[in-house]
């Protein structure tokens, strides 16, 4: 049975950056597709990204484009987020989770429902405040 494990959140100034890393055990990342969510202090959890299988497509909610990177190394069956000019609005527990599909959905709805992801990680805290 996979098993995700996040790591790299902690605190940082608004307009720092950080990098999470989303590491797998026990299987194979390397033939889904695989998404970041995060989850706000009382708010509902979001799809924030999610890359194809191969590293070749991406997919951000409006907020983050621009600032925030997916990016995979399937040798080392790791994903990560890149973010960068992070703003307080971006606090957060942050999920990295294997979707249920390699390439992207045309269907923008199917690539951001978390139906769609099967297996998550714990999470890991990211706190944007001076």
């Known amino acids: 049975q996979v098993q995700l494990v996040e790591s790299g959140g902690g605190l940082v100034q608004p307009g720092g950056s950080l990098r999470l890393s989303c590491a797998a055990s026990?299987?194979?990342?390397?033939?889904?597709?695989m998404g970041w969510f995060r989850q706000p202090p009382g708010k509902e959890r979001e799809f924030v990204g999610v890359?194809?299988?191969?590293?070749?497509?991406?997919d951000y909610i409006y907020s983050v484009k621009g600032r925030f990177t997916i990016s995979r190394d399937n040798a080392k069956n790791t994903v990560y987020l890149q973010m960068n000019n992070l703003k307080p609005e971006d606090t957060a527990l942050y999920y990295c989770?294997?979707?249920?599909?390699?390439?992207?959905?045309?269907?923008?709805?199917?690539?951001?429902?978390?139906?769609?992801?099967?297996?998550w990680g714990q999470g890991t805290q990211v706190t944007v405040s001076s």
């Open positions: 989770a294997r979707a249920t599909f390699r390439a992207l959905s045309p269907s923008m709805r199917a690539r951001h429902s978390d139906r769609n992801y099967d297996i």
């Open positions: 026990g299987g194979t990342l390397e033939n889904s597709a």
């Open positions: 890359i194809s299988w191969s590293g070749g497509s991406t």
